[in-house]
Structures are given as C-alpha cells and as structure tokens.
C-alpha cells in the first residue's frame, strides 16, 4: 500500500476543519453530532476519526486557527520600528474579525466556544491557552507603546493589554449579537479613547 504524503494528510484535515465549522455555524456546537460532520466532510467514519476524536479538538483546532492569523498579524506590528499606532494595530485586527464574519462566518464559533468554555473545563483551558496568546500579544503591544510615547509612561501595560484584547472581544461581541457595527466607527471610538 503506497504511503500517504504529508500534503494529503493536511488537506484531509482541512477538509475536515472546514467541514465543521459549516456545521458549526449553521447548527450550533451543541446541535452538531459528529456524524454530522462526518457526513459534510464526505469522509468515512474511520477516515474521519484518524484525525479528530471529539468535537472539542475539533473547536480547539478551528479556534486555534483563527487565533494564529491574529497572532501572526500582531507580531508583524510589533516587529515593526516604529511600531503603528494602536488604533491602526486594532483596525487590521478587526478587519480579520469582518473577514471571517463574511467569508465562513467563523467569528460565530467564537461566541459559542466561549459559553462553552464556561461550563466545560477542558474547553475552558483550551480557551484560555488559545486567547491567553492574543492577550499577551496585546500587553506587548501595549509595552512597546509605551517606550514610544504612545501611552503614558505610568501607565500599566498589563492593564492596557487586558483592556485592547477586551475590546477586540467586544466587538466580535457586538456585530454578532447586535449587528450594526461599523469597524472604522469602532476603531474611532478606540482612536479617541486613547487620545
């Protein structure tokens, strides 16, 4: 029996990611069995499981995803020298979180998997782990702020950083449930709070 390439394999489980997160988003996490899943990836039951065993890695893997496209975005802002302002920093992260509203409607799975984080522990410290990083990316940000003068030097980067990956969860927050929501007014309201 040939031997299966590497490029097969990550294929396969994207296909499987993307499954799930059609599923996901119009059913619900809750809603979606894992048959479901199985059936919209148009895998067998033991292909499937060859790469995911539960819905919670399945979540873990979409959410860690995502996550990794702001990270990776963060840390090209604050690569830079001198690093942007703050609210440019918060508008391309904000337009990743449009991007995935339109595109897969990924940025639903969000709003769920935090519920879910609530009452599950493992979901909670995979949460935790996943959006720990987009935290401590928006600490360093603010830090390096700071040394540029953009924030008041007795200012508290932990507090800061906590207060900006707030507002990004606000917003998510906000154009799910409310709908509405511009990103440039937003990004305004950002601009002249840190004014």
């Known amino acids: 029996m040939p031997r299966v390439s590497e490029a097969h394999l990550a294929a396969r489980r994207q296909q499987i990611l993307d499954a799930a997160a059609r599923c996901f988003v119009r059913n619900g996490f809750h809603q979606t069995s894992m048959q479901d899943v199985i059936k919209e990836a ?3 039951v033991g292909a499937f499981y060859r790469y995911f065993k539960s819905k919670n890695e399945l ?9 990794s496209a702001v990270t990776a975005v963060l840390d090209g802002f ?8 703050i609210p440019e920093i918060m508008d391309r992260v904000l337009e990743l979180v449009d991007l995935a509203s339109v595109e897969d409607g990924t940025v639903r799975i969000a709003v769920q998997v935090w519920g879910e984080a609530v009452h599950d522990p493992e979901v909670g410290a995979l949460v935790a782990e996943i959006y720990g990083r987009v935290r401590d990316r928006a600490v360093r940000t603010a830090e390096r702020a700071q040394n540029t003068g953009q924030l008041p030097p007795e200012a508290d980067p932990a507090g800061i950083g906590a207060a900006l990956f707030g507002l990004i969860q606000g917003y998510i927050l906000q154009r799910i ?3 509405g929501i511009d990103r440039q007014t937003y990004v305004n309201g950002v601009r002249a709070l840190l004014a």
């Open 42 to 44: 148009g895998l067998s």
């Open 78 to 85: 604050l690569e830079l020298d001198p690093m942007p302002p």
């Open 59 to 67: 979540i873990t893997a979409i959410a860690g995803e995502k996550i």
């Open 177 to 179: 449930l409310l709908g």
